[in-house]
């Protein structure tokens, strides 16, 4: 057992507990003054130290900015990289407060930069709605920023504090007149605290995007100076979120052509939504709370859901277009949906630190009133849209029960209730999913070679063969009956598509080994397209790897080394021949896994001690849709542009 002891406390081991055996007295109580407690526990205030939680810096002085927008002061925010990976957000709004805070007596400018949970967004008047809930943003950003600088422009002055840690360096100063009002603030992000500084230009820049579409009329400039050439790009919106629902259905067929905007308000709070329809059988439903992502919905994305299913089957009954008894359930209706649905209330409820679900019950109430009243009166205006949006519904009824009947065959057949495992697997020993892993193998050589080289305590090995079927092309019905999915399927053990169950998952960590070549990408993409249509959870809980088999064998003698990449391969080389340059240095390339022979399989790509994994994870369900459409899907088009466009980041391709 790994025992944390910083303290250097003596710690005695009594099975499953630890016991300190000093006194726990007063003295072990801390209390942490000012900002100290962000920098002791950062986490809990961004997240984490990673690359996400750098970004989210970046956010929160954005956000403050939006706030001011939404106020209706602000119409233009510049973010800015700077030389050197600093940050610099300006705005045109009323600027902070400069003021004396009456409260604490001192400077309100001091105070909403060095006091958590201070700012104008806790019923002073200041904002009515508002992102930042808890007044932590500016603080936390100047907490864990190695310096940061304020200027204020207010009252015909421009005003400039400066800090370092949190603390301050530079009281606050008149430093010169102006005609205009807002705010620019220059930080440097801590290396004392993060894991990397270097910002990422389109991490940043899809936020952006994303707050444009949200705050319709809003300009917004991303500007990144660490390039020779500067990069500038203004995103204004005046139709926003129609244009987001626009952006995303960029590549895909349209049912109908044109957006359906709602929007209405009651008290304090106010809600739109934009949604059109593509021949795709996936659905895309992207939710915000006071500009705030909610990717695990809340009662506004309930309020839209159950209005649509109910709008959709009153009108399909009233006109005879659904017979009988015939309804349409909720995910018949928003098959091949796409829609954005963004609500603004005073007091947000979100459930969980990360803010991802919204709590509000009366906001569900003002959302299913605003659809069912104004989706009713679309679809009398505009009956033929109506038609084809329930026509479609009606086919993906059709194909659900299509999925099921094939569900079920597929399992009387294979015995799948009684446990029965394909015979393409050799599973592992061990039945904690935990511990288990899952190489999905394409050839049966190299299946061969990982069976005979894994540890088969804990490594199950899964053989396919040949190019498995295109899932961006093929309802669930196809995919039941398919030879090469199937099994993959019944091994897992989860199931797919809304009767996907994570607990039911039989490997915690689910490997794709393939070549590092052509044909290797083309079947790692297909079966992470799969992964993500059928069984989302799997990459959204971190368990879908992608093993990295080495390119190269390097031989001297009797010394063998493997290199991973072209640079590796050179500098092995050179390392190989030490003070000798005219030593020869045998350098193969490995044409495929299948050709390695157990032992090697197992030292390169396999032992857990040595090999590499690259996780794949789903930080934008957005951009990953788009992207498998793109790759996948039936337009030719957009696929040669974006090939044409990520050409030039290609390495190590084998034609």
């Not at 130290?49 to 706030?67: F, K, P, Q, R, W």
């Not at 606050?172 to 603030?185: A, C, Q, W």
Request: a negative charge; hydrophobic letters at 35%; aromatic letters at 8%.
């Amino acid at each position: 057992m790994t025992i944390d002891n910083n303290d250097n406390d003596i710690v005695q081991s009594t099975g499953f507990t630890e016991k300190i055996t000093q006194e726990y007295d007063a003295s072990k109580i801390q209390v942490l003054e000012g900002l100290e407690a962000v920098r002791k526990r950062p986490g809990m205030y961004i997240g984490s130290t990673s690359s996400s939680g750098l970004h989210h810096l970046v956010y929160e002085i954005v956000d403050n900015a939006i706030d001011e927008a939404l106020a209706g002061y602000c119409t233009e925010i510049t973010v800015r990289i700077n030389p050197g990976n600093t940050i610099t957000v300006i705005d045109n709004g009323r600027g902070i407060p400069v003021g004396i805070q009456p409260q604490t007596g001192k400077g309100a400018l001091e105070v909403v930069y060095t006091v958590l949970h201070a700012g104008g967004k806790f019923g002073g008047g200041g904002y009515k709605v508002s992102g930042g809930l808890h007044g932590v943003g500016a603080s936390v950003v100047n907490a864990l920023s190695e310096w940061l600088e304020v200027q204020v422009y207010t009252g015909g002055k421009i005003y400039e504090m400066k800090f370092s840690r949190g603390d301050i360096t530079e009281s606050l100063t008149v430093i010169g007149d102006t005609d205009r009002t807002g705010t620019t603030v220059t930080f440097k992000p801590d290396g004392e605290i993060f894991d990397e500084t270097v910002f990422d230009y389109k991490t940043l820049h899809k936020r952006m995007r994303e707050q444009a579409f949200l705050n319709a009329g809003l300009k917004i400039i991303m500007e990144d100076m660490r390039q020779e050439e500067p990069v500038s790009e203004v995103m204004h919106y005046e139709g926003g979120i129609r244009q987001f629902v626009e952006y995303i259905n960029r590549n895909k067929k349209l049912i109908n052509d044109e957006v359906i905007y709602m929007s209405g308000g009651r008290s304090d709070s106010i809600a739109e939504i934009a949604m059109q329809y593509n021949d795709s059988y996936d659905e895309i439903i992207v939710s915000f709370a006071n500009n705030i992502h909610t990717p695990e919905g809340g009662m506004h994305e309930t309020g839209f859901k159950t209005a649509l299913t109910r709008v959709l089957n009153a009108y399909g009954s009233k006109n005879n277009l659904l017979k009988g008894d015939e309804k349409l359930t909720g995910d018949d209706c928003r098959e091949g949906l796409c829609a954005v649905v963004s609500v603004k209330l005073t007091n947000a409820q979100f459930e969980g630190q990360t803010k991802a679900k919204l709590g509000n019950a009366e906001i569900r109430t003002l959302v299913d009133s605003i659809v069912s009243e104004q989706l009713s009166m679309y679809f009398e205006e505009h009956p033929q849209t109506a038609k084809a949006l329930i026509e479609k519904g009606l086919t993906a009824s059709r194909a659900r029960e299509a999925a099921r009947r094939a569900r079920e065959s597929v399992r009387s057949k294979t015995g799948l209730e009684s446990g029965q495992m394909p015979d393409k697997l050799q599973d592992c020993n061990e039945r904690d999913p935990a511990l288990c892993e899952i190489y999905i193998v394409e050839g049966d050589s190299a299946a061969g070679s990982a069976i005979q080289g894994r540890d088969s305590r804990f490594q199950a090995i899964l053989s396919m063969w040949g190019k498995m079927l295109n899932v961006e092309k093929a309802r669930a019905d196809k995919i039941y009956g398919n030879d090469k999915l199937y099994p993959m399927i019944v091994a897992l053990g989860a199931g797919i598509g809304d009767e996907f169950n994570i607990e039911k998952l039989r490997y915690h960590k689910i490997i794709i080994m393939a070549d590092a070549d052509v044909d290797g990408s083309h079947i790692r993409t297909l079966l992470l397209t799969f992964f993500f249509r059928y069984m989302r959870p799997l990459i959204e809980n971190g368990y879908v790897y992608s093993a990295v088999p080495p390119l190269y064998k390097l031989t001297r003698g009797k010394t063998t080394k493997v290199a991973y990449s072209d640079e590796e391969r050179d500098r092995i080389s050179a390392e190989m021949r030490g003070n000798n340059p005219d030593a020869k240095v045998d350098i193969s390339r490995f044409k495929g896994l299948g050709e390695m022979d157990p032992h090697e399989l197992w030292e390169t790509t396999m032992d857990p001690e040595k090999r590499t994994l690259r996780r794949i994870t789903l930080d934008d369900a957005v951009t990953a849709d788009q992207v498998f459409n793109i790759l996948m899907g039936e337009e030719v088009e957009p696929r040669r542009e974006w090939i044409e466009n990520n050409a030039k980041y290609v390495v190590n391709l084998d034609i």
